[in-house]
């Protein structure tokens, strides 16, 4: 479980989030909606500790992340995984040192108990073995992502943070993408955050829904709520697609 | 002030950069990969200027001294001394600088704007080390070096030039670089490479690490790391100088 605790975050004058407090559960996809600009990307990052923030708290199930050592937020940093936005595959190295990085780095089996290991999170996540040795920039957007997930999910990690996992897919990869994630959280139990502006995978996948507006958090609820709610940013997010207008129409809005 | 900022800044860096690497055997496989990279690929580059550098110094010492008193030798013992004492530590730090620097700035950079230093901090990777400690290690490594090959090949310039020329005979330019030969020009010439060294790859690292934005920062980076090593390069010859010699 990770709790959020009145977080604030401003960089010079511009404040980009106030006083944010949520709960993100365990075994279950927690996902973070809001438009483009609204900071959602910041709040993933002072999550994870890449920004500091001016006030509030980030727990890991109960421990503190800002307050805590240095040694003490490495070892936690180990329990963490992150897809970024746009992948962050080192270009270096090819997709199966990609995966085989973390391992390296911290792991405590031998080479081959790694290699094993990292060929079965490439194979969880469909990667086939004739793919293995070609480098970032040699494989599709999608497969890019997929291979992200795969080194995300390497150190068997008990947190999982995945900011925008479907941007820039096709729709049919996009639910790929989304059904791999909500897989593999309830597979391993993880705390996952996904975040995402995508209402398709919203309505695929959204138990719990933390809408952000302004830097704010604004709303939050399951989706069934999110399709009644009265409240007007929100209903002017979910709503700004014909599609959705649509389904709210069938459904007698 | 902002160059106040930059200072602290870049002190902090470095501490971060020369804190204990988390597996030794990682960070010296890159190592090696470094050396390969910084110091066997710079090798073409920094033979072929040295050569024509030292040919350049022959010739203009020569065309200098029109009083018959001044012995010939004096070609040799000139190409041999600037060479050692100037050219080929500083000039060829120089090149480096443009070469290694800003490669390693856009290297650096590029993986800042495409989020894979931040991939190496949440993994809980210390990234200023994993990125830039090895580069540090492979050109203190290798420049020296790389040096002492472009001493050789700018005094065997000079040579080359002599017997091609006529200007004066070789046995006169050999007699001159073996002309009071002092072992203490090479070791400061030495002390100064691996200080140049050391600036080329945490400044070019510095500069790449601290990028924001996308590609046209990483350019705006890469340029930076290059002209600010050199400065760097330029007051430390000075302060060495003064201090050694
Ligand atoms: N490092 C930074 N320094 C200064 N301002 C920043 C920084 N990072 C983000 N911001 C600002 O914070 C605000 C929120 O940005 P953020 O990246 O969180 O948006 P987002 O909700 O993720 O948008 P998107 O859906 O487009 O990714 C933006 O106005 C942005 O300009
Ligand atoms: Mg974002």
Not at chain 1, 179 to 203: G, K, P, W
């Amino acid at each position: 479980m990770i709790e959020v605790k009145g977080l604030s975050k401003r960089f010079g004058e511009a404040q980009v989030l106030t006083d944010i407090s949520a709960v993100f559960r365990k075994g279950r996809v927690n996902q973070v909606i809001g438009k483009s600009g609204s900071g959602k990307s910041v709040l993933a990052k002072c999550i994870v500790g890449l920004h500091v923030p001016e006030e509030g708290e980030v727990l890991y199930d109960g421990r503190s992340f800002h307050k805590l050592g240095k040694d003490e937020k490495r070892a936690v940093r180990q329990e963490i995984g992150m897809l970024f936005q746009g992948g962050a595959l080192f270009d270096s190295l090819n997709v199966m040192e990609n995966v085989m990085f973390p391992l390296r780095m911290f792991g405590t089996t031998d080479v081959k108990g790694m290699r094993d290991r990292a060929e079965h999170c490439l194979h969880r996540v469909s990667i086939t073995p004739d793919k293995h040795r070609l480098y970032p920039g040699e494989i599709s957007g999608g497969m890019q992502k997929r291979v992200g997930i795969a080194r995300a999910i390497a150190m068997q990690p008990k947190y999982l943070l995945c900011d925008e996992p479907n941007s820039g897919l096709d729709p049919q990869t996009s639910i790929v993408i989304d059904q791999l994630i909500a897989e593999i959280t309830e597979e391993y139990s993880i705390t996952t955050i996904v975040i995402t502006h995508d209402m398709n995978s919203v309505m695929e996948s959204g138990d719990s829904i933390l809408f952000i507006h302004k830097g704010r958090k604004w709303w939050e609820g399951g989706r069934e709520q999110l399709l009644h709610s009265d409240n007007m940013e929100l209903n002017e997010f979910v709503f700004a697609g014909s599609l959705m207008r649509q389904v709210k129409g069938a459904m007698g809005g | 002030m902002r160059i106040l900022f930059h200072i602290g800044h870049y002190a902090l860096f470095l501490r971060e950069t020369f804190a204990r690497p988390e597996r030794i055997r990682i960070y010296w496989r890159r190592t090696l990969d470094e050396i390969d990279l910084l110091g066997v690929k710079s090798l073409g580059i920094v033979s072929v200027l040295s050569g024509f550098m030292g040919a350049v110094i022959a010739l203009q010492t020569k065309s200098n001294i029109n009083n018959p008193f001044i012995p010939d030798n004096l070609v040799g013992f000139a190409t041999r001394q600037s060479s050692i004492l100037e050219f080929s530590p500083t000039i060829i730090a120089l090149i480096l600088a443009g070469k290694v620097a800003g490669t390693i700035a856009a290297e650096i950079g590029t993986m800042r704007v495409k989020e894979q230093i931040d991939a190496l901090d949440i993994m809980g990777v210390n990234s200023a080390g994993y990125l830039v400690l090895p580069k540090v290690v492979a050109a203190l490594v290798i420049f020296p070096f790389l040096i002492i090959i472009s001493m050789f090949l700018s005094v065997f310039g000079g040579y080359l030039i002599v017997a091609a020329t006529g200007i004066i005979s070789t046995a006169a330019y050999e007699e001159g670089i073996r002309l009071d030969f002092d072992p203490f020009t090479v070791t400061y010439a030495l002390i100064k490479t691996e200080v140049f060294a050391f600036i080329i790859t945490t400044v070019g690292g510095y500069h790449g690490y601290i990028t924001r934005g996308g590609t046209r920062e990483v350019g705006i980076s890469s340029t930076t790391g290059v002209v600010w090593s050199i400065v760097a390069i330029i007051i430390s010859n000075f302060v060495i100088t003064k201090l050694m010699l």
